[in-house]
């Protein structure tokens, strides 16, 4: 069974840090490329990163291009983002997910159920 | 980017109503949009992808069409399990995007 689980949402303050991570497992990590993606309190979904199977290629969303940075340890089946300088409109609940095949045009097939980032002083 | 607009924003239906929900691409996609149901504190899950391939364990009572930039999500028929928020994203190219949802209420 696939499972995803998401760990390491706090309370921060504006300008801190925070990693993510999510620790996969019931399929082989090494072969799909992974995101995130964050969903605002009372909002809709929006595609924060990617990574390639590898880790080799990254891709953001440029609202969070040059703050977060998205890696993977393939030993250790996990997925982590490391989040800098951090906004009050980063809060959001935060998945990650599973893509079908190589990336897209695949869809998410398995999301994580998120952890919680709070963005406030 | 590519944006996403769902319509209606939320829709209130009957148990065995059908329901039709609507996403527009400001620019084509082919066919490369997914639909995906969201209920209350669950992480969203996998409707239909390529517009109207139908995921594995989905009710046949879900269908998707279109292609290029007008799309539909199709309940037949509203069943209670079924009130929930919808989303559709467009799969062509990063950056990935949703719709802002429909959420189907109870009438």
């Known amino acids: 069974e696939v499972q995803l689980l998401e760990s390491g949402g706090d309370l921060v303050q504006p300008g801190g840090s925070l990693r993510l991570s999510c620790a996969a497992s019931?399929?082989?990590?090494?072969?799909?490329?992974m995101s995130w993606v964050r969903q605002a309190p009372g909002k809709g979904l929006e595609w924060v990163s990617a990574?390639?199977?590898?880790?080799?290629?990254?891709f953001y969303a440029d609202s969070v291009r040059g703050r977060f940075t998205v890696t993977r340890d393939n030993s250790k089946n996990t997925l982590y983002l490391q989040m800098n300088s951090l906004r009050a409109e980063d809060t959001a609940l935060y998945y990650c997910?599973?893509?079908?095949?190589?990336?897209?045009?695949?869809?998410?097939?398995?999301w994580g159920q998120g952890t919680l980032v709070t963005v406030s002083s | 980017d590519i944006q996403m607009t769902q319509s209606p924003s939320s829709v209130s239906a009957s148990v065995g109503d059908r329901v039709t929900i609507t996403c527009r691409a400001s620019?084509?996609?082919?066919?490369?949009l997914i639909w995906y149901q969201q209920k209350p504190g669950k992480a969203p899950k996998l409707l239909i992808y390529?517009?109207?391939s139908l995921q594995s364990g989905v009710p046949s009572r879900f269908s998707g069409s279109g292609s290029g930039t007008d799309f539909t999500l199709t309940i037949s028929s509203l069943q209670p399990e079924d009130f929930a928020t919808y989303y559709c994203?467009?799969?062509?190219?990063?950056?990935?995007?949703f719709g802002g949802g429909t959420k189907v209420e109870i009438k």
């Open positions: 997910a599973k893509w079908v095949g190589s990336g897209i045009p695949n869809p998410f097939d398995y």
């Open positions: 019931g399929f082989t990590f090494n072969n799909y490329p």
């Open positions: 990574i390639s199977e590898s880790g080799s290629n990254t």
């Open positions: 620019q084509g996609i082919s066919s490369w």
């Open positions: 390529t517009a109207s």
């Open positions: 994203q467009q799969a062509n190219s990063l950056p990935l995007t």
